[in-house]
């Protein structure tokens, strides 16, 4: 496992410390960005690894939450897919998936009026397309751009 950043100071527990931390793997910059999230458990008295499977989290300290967001190809040109999952953290170092949010995005193309890719249409994700986006693993350097 490649590392390329530890993020150190964090609260991924939401117990106020700020004695979490995080290793960033794969690459520093670009989409899909993987890690694994540590915390720090006083009962045990060592970090243990959270729960959380995903990429790219944000977290929400008042709603004690955290969302991750990935982005796949599909399997036709200038289509993707937009994978969210929503965790709440339930306590004792857990998170549990309470939402997943995808969309399937297809036709994209350049506006020129406004210089942004857009897609002609978007549908609901169906199963096997989240199962296959959650598997999907990017392999693109980012960090060379």
Known sequence: MLISRITKNSDYNFDGDNND???IKDRYHGPNTTAEYYVYDKTQQQFVKLNLD???????????????????????????????DNFQYIGNNRYKRVKTEC????????????????YKKQRACKPKEIKDCRNYIDNNDYDSY
Do not use: M, V
Not at 55 to 82: G, L, M, V
Not at 105 to 116: A, F, H, P, R, V
């Open 103 to 118: 969309l399937y995005k297809s036709g994209e193309y350049l506006n020129e009026d406004n210089n942004q890719f857009e």
């Open 54 to 84: 995903g990429n790219d989290f944000r977290f929400d300290r008042e709603a004690k939450t955290a969302t991750s967001y990935k982005t796949c190809p599909s399997k036709k040109e200038n289509d993707h897919i937009s994978l969210t």
């Open 21 to 23: 931390f995080s290793l």
